[in-house]
């Protein structure tokens, strides 16, 4: 079935540092994927989204490429700061299931002044 | 800016117990969803909901689970008879379609003794 893996945490990185969390997906054909961001003691919102291969999602200083033929989903940031500190989850849209989300284990990031 | 609200923010039951968990989806969203998240680990599909029934169900939403939209606002989570292993936060979301771009609530965590 479609899975998501994404790198263990936490990930400890001191502020204006750049960070990449890995995301690595297995799917039939081209699912969307997401990167969904969940603060301290908050629920979870969509940070930013890709549709089709080759596509970067954007926001807030966030960028990930769809590659397709490397099965990733790779999400980056040139200079964190210390209000990025938050669990970062990979997902992808199952069209398999009935449009599940196929949610990867989550990645904690904490960013220290 | 609209948002999806989940009441209340915590529950504490005995075991056994029956709990309703109540969410206020985005008004003009026609798609809803209940995931839930036990403490560390991944977030977990839980069910699906459209045009009044249920969409697609996952293998932990069993017969102790039920849904139901009881008016044109509210969307309820039931759990028949809690178990130890049900503590977990719950999550609902809506959307305005099969995107994967959920909006997503706060959570209530649930606390079973």
């Known amino acids: 079935g479609n899975s998501v893996t994404q790198m263990e945490g936490p990930v400890t990185l001191s502020e204006e540092a750049f960070l990449t969390i890995n995301c690595t997906y297995t799917?039939?054909?081209?699912?969307?994927l997401f990167w969904y961001v969940q603060y301290p003691g908050e629920g979870l919102q969509l940070l930013l989204k890709a549709t089709k291969a080759d596509d970067k999602g954007s926001n807030k200083g966030f960028e990930a490429t769809y590659r397709k033929e490397t099965t990733s989903f790779h999400l980056e940031k040139g200079s964190v700061q210390v209000s990025d500190s938050a669990v970062y989850f990979c997902a992808l849209l199952d069209m398999d299931s009935n449009y599940q989300l196929i949610w990867g284990a989550g990645t904690k990031l904490i960013i220290k002044p | 800016e609209p948002e999806v609200t989940q009441t209340p923010s915590h529950q504490v039951t005995q075991m056994g117990q029956e709990v309703i968990l109540r969410c206020v989806p985005i008004?003009?969203?026609?798609?809803f969803y209940w995931y839930r998240q036990i403490l560390g680990q991944k977030v977990e599909f839980l069910v699906s909901?459209?045009?009044?029934?249920?969409?697609?169900k996952s293998e932990i939403f069993d017969d102790q689970f039920s849904v139901e939209r009881p008016d044109g606002s509210n969307f309820t989570l039931k759990i028949r008879s809690t178990k130890l292993e049900d503590s977990a936060m719950y999550f609902c979301?809506?959307?305005?379609?099969?995107?994967?771009?959920?909006?997503f609530g706060d959570g209530t965590r649930l606390s079973i003794l």
């Open positions: 799917a039939t054909g081209y699912p969307s």
């Open positions: 008004s003009n969203h026609l798609y």
């Open positions: 979301a809506s959307s305005e379609e099969w995107s994967g771009t959920l909006d």
């Open positions: 909901f459209y045009n009044n029934e249920i969409s697609e």
